[in-house]
């Protein structure tokens, strides 16, 4: 591509983004977010509790969220995790917070069909209570997904560390190299989660060549904003007006901005895919490209739903 092409492809993916009404979804998506955080994070953790041990798993995790989020969101996470961990056991009350968990993780994927759907211009079809339950399932699969892409992550991690340990015995490893290394695998990391989600979410079928395109920039983007934000957020003193709620509001805040970065990246993949991806007139696959649904069609940035 150009740069001229380039600059084309930014233009127009800013402008669809505008018209997304993406400031709403990202709000509706923080609220979500905030409901399903902790069955999430409990899911996640008992995933990565197979191979690290619950208490390793959560401080590992932990220390990661608050590499993105900073230490007072960290800290308001940790709280939820331990009122979690504190609920009453038994039978009974196992069976139900399986249920929770099943609801509660899958509520945010919900809404984050909802928004992609958006972005590719199709509305959300339902199919009866079968069909609900159905997508629940699947929802809750996709947390399970995501949970062994942190497992893989996690050991990632921990190898790298323990190979930096053992050659820095006898060969000088400098921290930088490490960090770089580290840097790196968190970036695939979170290319492969928005990979996912970009692919599998959304009711259009969408190539995986258009989707790992799309993912590796908003990935790009994610770590850019992940540093503005910080800055942001460290500067402005957003949470000291709210008092004891302040740490939740800086979590929510972190959300927020963070949804944006994901609906931009989510129409950069649609954007790209009209423009050099599968679906476009110079596609070099030979097949005619499918048709885009043409967004105006539908109305945007609320919860488009029809009877399938």
């Not at 917070?97 to 959300?124: C, I, M, P, Q, Y």
């Amino acid at each position: 591509m150009t740069s001229k092409s380039v600059w084309n492809l930014a233009k127009q993916t800013a402008s669809n983004w505008s018209d997304l009404n993406a400031p709403h979804l990202g709000a509706a998506l923080s609220f979500y977010t905030m409901f399903s955080m902790a069955p999430l994070l409990v899911i996640c953790i008992s995933i990565a509790g197979l191979v690290f041990g619950r208490e390793a798993a959560q401080g590992q995790i932990l220390w990661q969220i608050q590499n993105l989020v900073g230490p007072d969101g960290a800290k308001t996470i940790q709280t939820i995790l331990q009122n979690t961990s504190s609920t009453s056991s038994g039978v009974v009350a196992t069976v139900i917070g399986l249920v929770v968990l099943l609801f509660g993780a899958s509520g945010v994927f919900g809404e984050l069909r909802d928004s992609l759907n958006a972005v590719w211009g199709v509305k959300t079809p339902i199919s009866g209570i079968a069909g609900f339950i159905r997508y629940r399932f699947f929802s809750f699969t996709l947390v399970l997904g995501i949970g062994f892409v942190l497992l893989v992550s996690l050991l990632l991690s921990a190898a790298l560390a323990a190979a930096g340990k053992y050659f820095g015995s006898f060969l000088p490893v400098p921290e930088f190299v490490l960090q770089a290394l580290n840097l790196l695998l968190s970036f695939l990391g979170i290319t492969i989660l928005f990979a996912l989600l970009y692919k599998i979410v959304p009711d259009f079928p969408i190539a995986w060549s258009d989707v790992w395109i799309g993912a590796a920039v908003t990935s790009l983007l994610f770590s850019i904003g992940k540093l503005l934000i910080g800055l942001y957020l460290g500067k402005a003193s957003v949470g000291s007006a709210y008092g004891a709620a302040g740490s939740l509001v800086i979590l929510m805040v972190w959300i927020y901005y963070s949804s944006q970065i994901f609906f931009l990246g989510a129409e950069f993949t649609r954007i790209f895919s009209e423009r050099h991806g599968s679906h476009s007139s110079a596609s070099t696959t030979g097949a005619e490209p499918a048709h885009l649904p043409d967004r105006r069609q539908t109305t945007l940035g609320v919860r488009q739903r029809e009877v399938a």
